[in-house]
């Protein structure tokens, strides 16, 4: 079992930063990979960035160059940070963490972001 709580969204204008962070506990055989993810109005949840135990990294192409996927791992729990540069008003969506591939039993409630002028 693994719990997540995201944090650090907000309403940030067109260009601007954010800095989201996910605290993951539990069960960290579980947490070999970790991914940020996130819906926008009306659409399904999908895949942001992706970040492996040792560092590997993965993103989609939109926000490739733009976000940065990183964690620190602690003895029972994995602290995921996602900083996100350039916002475009398309990167607004509800956030979410969550293992790699994504698990439907752990999703927690997600942090907003807002791009807009």
């Known amino acids: 079992q693994v719990q997540l709580v995201e944090s650090g969204g907000g309403l940030v204008q067109p260009g601007g930063s954010l800095r989201l962070s996910c605290a993951a506990s539990?069960?960290?055989?579980?947490?070999?990979?970790m991914g940020w993810y996130r819906q926008a109005p009306g659409k399904q949840r999908d895949l942001v960035a992706v970040?492996?135990?040792?560092?590997?990294?993965?993103?989609v192409d939109s926000v490739k160059g733009r976000f940065t996927i990183s964690r620190d791992n602690a003895k029972n729990a994995v602290y995921l940070d996602l900083q996100m540069n350039s916002l475009k008003p398309e990167d607004t969506a509800v956030y979410y963490c969550?293992?790699?591939?994504?698990?439907?039993?752990?999703w927690g409630q997600g942090t907003q972001v807002t791009v807009s002028s």
């Open positions: 539990g069960s960290i055989f579980s947490m070999n990979r």
């Open positions: 970040i492996a135990n040792g560092g590997s990294t993965y993103y």
């Open positions: 969550n293992i790699y591939p994504s698990d439907r039993r752990f």
